[in-house]
Each structure stands twice: as C-alpha cells, then as structure tokens.
C-alpha cells in the first residue's frame, strides 16, 4: 500500500510544479494585470506532495 501512496504523491508532485511551470510562462507573456492563484497554489502543493513521496520513499526502502 505504501509503493501506490508513493506513486501517487510522486505523480501528484511533478503533476503539479510542471502545471505551475507552465502556469508562470503564460503569466510572464500577458501585460497588464493577471490572475496569478493558480501559480500560487502550485508550487506550495508540489512541495507538500514531494514532502510525501520523500515519506512514503524512506518507508518503503
């Protein structure tokens, strides 16, 4: 159960910081005022899901 947790938060993790990688391109072309939530909320949960998988890795080996 732990090997599909550490899949899942790993998937979860590159999931999310190359949706705000492509997030923050598409802002830094834009002029004038943009919405930058998404850009946000990405790279603080990338970082929470690769805290996860980190866990569930050093619980598995």
Known sequence: MDF????ITYVLSV???AYGY??????S???????????IFS???GLIFAF???FFYH???
């Not at 599909?4 to 899949?7: E, G």
């Not at 072309?29 to 850009?39: F, I, L, P, R």
């Open 29 to 39: 072309a834009e002029t004038g005022k943009v919405n930058g939530w998404s850009v």
């Open 52 to 54: 996860f998988t980190n």
């Open 59 to 61: 619980k598995i080996y």
């Open 4 to 7: 599909a947790f550490f899949i």
């Open 22 to 27: 492509k997030e923050a391109i598409k802002i």
């Open 15 to 17: 999931f999310h910081f």
């Open 43 to 45: 790279f603080p949960l």
